[in-house]
């Protein structure tokens, strides 16, 4: 799948599968005759359901898990609003290729494929409050690049990225999306101190303003006030929900770029499910704003899909439990 213009891209994201109702409706029946009070396991019971929907295999498994991490660079660095300098992005994506990162030890853990995919770190995207962030083909190229990481063996693809300045794309880009001014969804990002602070905050104002004729269509937001790794998780998202493949999403910037598919269509992240509430100070509203209920809530803010990952022996144990247990007619016990 690889889209030559945006409006084949939009026309797609208008037309989205649904998940299997059989395999899902077969995985609730198994949970009310599993030993344990109906509703005891409480989320493992909603988790293992949503699995077998989105795999349409009433005995969902987790074989093959896929992390995707995606890495861009952003012009609107120029700007002051990051704790870091813009070179930790290349730096970084040095250090995943050694194995050095946080995300290499959780993926390696839960026995999951990495793949890290630098998109053209080394040429920043345009300073936002200036001028759109990329041009068409260029969103188009990341979104391109996105979708064609998804690989049709996953048993659930978990999303995630590294770019510095990329919070503050992420939170103009949620503001362009759901409404607000930059004090809602600004955070602090790697940990910029409060002069960084309310420069990132008139930074976000100033480009809502450069291009608030531009925001109300959510691709054109991305394409304004995105960047590549933003586009390629969107693009990552979209794949997955073709395939019906279960998605996990991670932090603030995750999220932010995959909420542009459920603001393009109706229901878009019904088969994504996010890994952890970031300690970055807008995802908590964020998620309220997609009904989404993170899994975790370890003060994390790292990015890289390392919540994502985190969750992954969440499913786990939910599908154990679910494939493993015994009913109540096997181990002879009466039923409330
Ligand atoms: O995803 C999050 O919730 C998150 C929160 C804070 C920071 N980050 C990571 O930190 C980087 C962006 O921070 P900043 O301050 O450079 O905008 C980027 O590499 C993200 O992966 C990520
Ligand atoms: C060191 C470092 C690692 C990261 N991983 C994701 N974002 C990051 C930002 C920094 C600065």
Same mark, same amino acid.
């Given at each position: ?28 029946? /198994?949970?009310? +005759? ?30 093959? %898990?896929? %992390? ?52 053209? +770190? ?50 103009? #880009? ?31 104002? /100033?480009?809502?303003?450069?291009? *608030? ?8 937001? #991305? &394409?304004?006030?995105?960047? &590549?790794?933003?586009? *390629?998780?969107?693009?990552?998202? #979209? ?30 992240? @019904? ?7 970031? *300690? ?50 096997? @181990? ?5």
């Amino acid at each position: 799948m690889t889209f030559r213009t945006i409006d084949e891209l939009r026309m797609a994201c208008l037309v989205l599968p649904e998940g299997n109702d059989t395999s899902a409706t077969a995985a609730a029946a /198994r949970q009310s +005759i599993l030993t344990k009070p109906l509703g005891s396991l409480g989320r493992l019971e909603e988790i293992a359901i949503w699995l077998a929907r989105w795999q349409g295999r009433a005995i969902p498994r987790l074989d093959r %898990v896929h %992390v995707l991490v995606f890495a861009g660079s952003h012009g609107v660095t120029a700007q002051g609003v990051s704790a870091f300098p813009a070179e930790v992005t290349a730096q970084m994506v040095q250090n995943f290729a050694r194995g050095g990162a946080a995300i290499n030890q959780l993926a390696r853990q839960t026995g999951a494929k990495l793949v890290v995919k630098s998109l053209e +770190i080394e040429k920043p995207t345009a300073d936002f409050t200036q001028a759109p962030a990329m041009t068409a083909d260029e969103l188009l190229e990341a979104v391109n690049a996105g979708i064609n990481s998804v690989q049709d063996e996953a048993d659930l693809v978990c999303l995630g990225e590294m770019g510095i300045g990329n919070t503050t794309a992420a939170a103009a #880009l949620a503001a362009a999306l759901f409404g607000g001014t930059a004090r809602d969804w600004v955070g602090r990002g790697t940990g910029v101190d409060d002069a960084g602070f309310s420069r990132k905050v008139e930074v976000v104002d /100033r480009a809502l303003a450069h291009h *608030a004729k531009a925001l109300a269509d959510p691709l054109e937001a #991305l &394409r304004r006030v995105g960047g &590549r790794e933003l586009a *390629a998780m969107f693009g990552a998202a #979209l794949a997955s929900r073709k395939r019906r493949i279960p998605l996990m999403l991670d932090g603030f910037v995750c999220t932010a770029a995959a909420a542009v598919l459920a603001r393009l269509a109706q229901g878009g992240l @019904a088969h994504a499910m996010t890994g952890h509430v970031s *300690a970055e100070a807008g995802h908590r509203k964020l998620v309220d704003c997609l009904g989404q209920r993170p899994l975790l809530d370890l003060g994390m803010r790292l990015g890289e899909a390392s919540g994502a990952c985190l969750a992954v022996d969440i499913l786990r144990g939910a599908i154990a439990c679910h494939s493993g247990m015994a009913t109540f007619t096997e @181990a002879g016990i009466a039923e409330g």
